[in-house]
């Protein structure tokens, strides 16, 4: 039951990653179907993160009044039902249906990826060994796959209905995987709690501790690193290098492969070294990577350095994520709380950075990801255990106790 419980998780979060890249690699397309300009795009698009926001910020609390699973399964249908309405609304040039399915896509995207890190931290603690990497894994391979059947479907001027409505099925047969396979598993419940729904309401403690804010520091640098690069690397390359606009997707591409790569293949350093040595030298390598590309005089070297910026975030947000949920008790709580961190910073960072790279240039603004990195190294040692005796990468057993 472990297994396909997992898979159900794997799979929800590959098909985010894939419905959001299928998107991205169409969204000029979108915008020559709508007859939009820059202006009307924008507002357009403000669909995906509002939606977004709203749903990673209500995840919290849904998480406790209903549990995960109604969360996930939710997260799996609202990006399908949303897909379909841009792949129908666009070429029918109604903008207004397009913002609503974007809102779709968005909103059920950040209640998935709440759910999903809440429940991948309790396979953690349950089996003893790290999930929530392979989970974050499974959203970079749906990033690049997505991404590579988008320009080879752009490059063959396949029609944007063509396209979507293959991504929509393609999205809704992975839904269906998970929400048949979803078995969320027990949780332990403190003793000043109570049950109400579906899951435990501490009524005296908050588990916003000391520790917790320090891992959440960690969450927000790595997913600020991480959104700085997905929105601006791009730009950087053709503004900064006077590279063509395929030469910045391309190496947007090296850079996903490079947290496909890391995340992945890092476990195994996880279970030997265990978590904080890990998060601090991931820290270290992705500082290095984002001052080699602030100070990169050419192209080329700065491609090279976004591969090593990508591999040294890849691990970072998913090993703080699964420090959080080291407790037997309140994981869930704290694992929402630290997530709902990182990704706020991954939405609200990147257009901070557009601001001072308006002013500065956006090599500069580049320096807040990398100093942000630096205090990560610095707050590392947080990641240890929320539960003394606990380390080496092994996730706090679960108690058996009431279900989820």
Do not use: K
């Amino acid at each position: 039951m472990i297994g396909r419980h997992r898979a159900a998780l794997f799979a929800t979060s590959t098909m985010t990653g894939f419905g959001i890249a299928s998107w991205i690699t169409r969204t000029p397309a979108v915008r020559d179907e709508l007859g939009a300009s820059i202006e009307a795009m924008g507002i357009v698009l403000l669909g995906l993160s509002i939606g977004s926001m709203i749903g990673i910020l209500g995840a919290g609390a849904l998480v406790r009044r209903l549990g995960t699973r109604p969360l996930i399964v939710l997260g799996g249908a609202l990006p399908v039902v949303g897909m379909l309405l841009v792949a129908l609304l666009a070429p029918a040039q109604a903008a207004a249906g397009v913002w609503a399915g974007l809102f779709l896509i968005g909103f059920g995207s950040g209640v998935a990826e709440i759910g999903l890190n809440v429940e991948a931290a309790a396979v953690e603690r349950h089996i003893g060994r790290p999930v929530v990497p392979m989970l974050h894994a499974c959203f970079s391979l749906g990033t690049v796959i997505g991404g590579a059947a988008g320009i080879a479907l752009t490059a063959t001027r396949t029609p944007v209905v063509v396209h979507l409505l293959v991504a929509t099925v393609v999205m809704a047969g992975l839904a269906t995987f998970a929400a048949v396979n979803l078995r969320p598993l027990p949780r332990a419940v403190a003793a000043d709690t109570t049950t109400t729904g579906a899951v435990a309401t501490p009524r005296l403690r908050s588990v916003i501790t000391v520790q917790v804010l320090l891992i959440a520091v960690i969450t927000l640098a790595m997913a600020f690193a991480e959104g700085a690069a997905s929105d601006w690397l791009p730009l950087l390359m053709t503004t900064d290098h006077d590279a063509p606009e395929v030469v910045g997707s391309l190496v947007f591409t090296g850079f996903a492969l490079a947290m496909f790569v890391g995340r992945s293949a890092g476990t195994p350093f996880v279970t030997r070294f265990g978590r904080a040595p890990v998060i601090r030298v991931c820290a270290v390598v992705g500082a290095v990577g984002v001052l080699l590309v602030v100070v990169s005089p050419n192209p080329v070297l700065t491609a090279a350095a976004a591969g090593v910026w990508g591999l040294g975030i890849a691990l970072g947000f998913p090993l703080a994520i699964s420090a959080a949920g080291d407790h037997p008790t309140d994981g869930d709580r704290r694992v929402s709380v630290v997530a709902t961190a990182g990704y706020v910073a991954f939405l609200a960072g990147p257009p901070a950075l557009g601001f001072l790279g308006e002013h500065l240039g956006l090599q500069t603004a580049m320096l807040v990801p990398a100093a942000l990195l630096v205090v990560a190294v610095v707050v590392a040692p947080a990641t240890r255990n929320a539960v003394r005796g606990v380390e080496r990468g092994a996730p706090v057993p679960a108690p058996s106790a009431s279900a989820d």
